[in-house]
C-alpha cells in the first residue's frame, strides 16, 4: 500500500502538468513583385487537344515575372499569384508560349518527408493564357514536386526554394 500512494501521485502529477508540442515553424516564402522566377513544368493536363504545348517536355523552364508580392507570413495556403512570360518558348521550332504570356498559380503548403517540420511552401503555377488560349498544367521552382534529400539552392535571399534567374524592381 505505500508503494501504491507515491505511484498514484506520481501519476496525477505527470497529469497536471501540461504538455508542450513541436512549434510548427515552416520556412517563410518571400517574393517582391517584379522578381523573375524559373518554374519547371511537371504535366499538363488534357494533353488531348494536340497543339504545340503538348509538346514540350517534363522539366521544360517557364521563366516569370512576378506581378505579386508574396510572404507566406502574411498570405495564407492557397493564395493565388499572378506573373508573365518572361522568354517564349518553342516546340518543333514554333513558339508555343509567346512572351507576356499570363501565368496564373498558388502558394500552397506541401507535406514533406524531408523537411525538418513536415511541411514546406511551395509556389504553383495552375495555368497559363497565351493570346487568348488557356492550358491547365503544374509548374513548380523545383525540378520534382517529390521530396529530395538534398535541397535546391535558394533564389538570392527571396526566401523561395529553388532557382531565381534575376531579381527586378516594381
Do not use: C, W
Not at 17 to 25: D, E, H, R, S, V
Not at 38 to 66: C, E, I, S
Not at 83 to 104: F, M, N, Y
Not at 116 to 144: M, N
Amino acid at each position: 500500500m505505500k508503494r501504491i500512494v507515491p505511484a498514484a501521485l506520481s501519476f496525477l502529477a505527470a497529469l497536471t502538468i501540461a504538455t508542450y508540442g513541436q512549434a510548427f515553424k515552416v520556412g517563410p516564402v518571400r517574393v517582391s513583385a517584379g522578381t523573375v522566377l524559373t518554374f519547371y513544368l511537371h504535366a499538363r493536363l488534357n494533353t488531348t487537344n494536340g497543339d504545340g504545348v503538348d509538346g514540350l517536355p517534363k522539366g521544360t523552364l517557364l521563366r516569370v515575372k512576378m506581378l505579386d508580392s508574396i510572404d507566406s507570413a502574411v498570405n495564407g495556403d492557397g493564395t493565388e499569384f499572378h506573373g508573365t512570360v518572361v522568354s517564349g518558348l518553342a516546340s518543333s521550332g514554333e513558339i508555343v508560349i509567346h512572351p507576356d504570356s499570363e501565368v496564373r498559380g498558388i502558394l500552397a503548403l506541401l507535406r514533406s518527408r524531408s523537411h525538418p517540420d513536415g511541411f514546406r511552401y511551395e509556389l504553383l503555377i495552375t495555368s497559363l493564357t497565351d493570346h487568348g488560349k488557356s492550358y491547365v498544367l503544374t509548374a513548380s521552382l523545383r525540378p520534382s514536386l517529390t521530396d529530395s534529400p538534398v535541397a535546391p539552392p535558394s533564389n538570392h535571399g527571396t526566401g523561395v526554394s529553388g532557382k531565381s534567374s534575376e531579381s527586378g524592381t516594381h
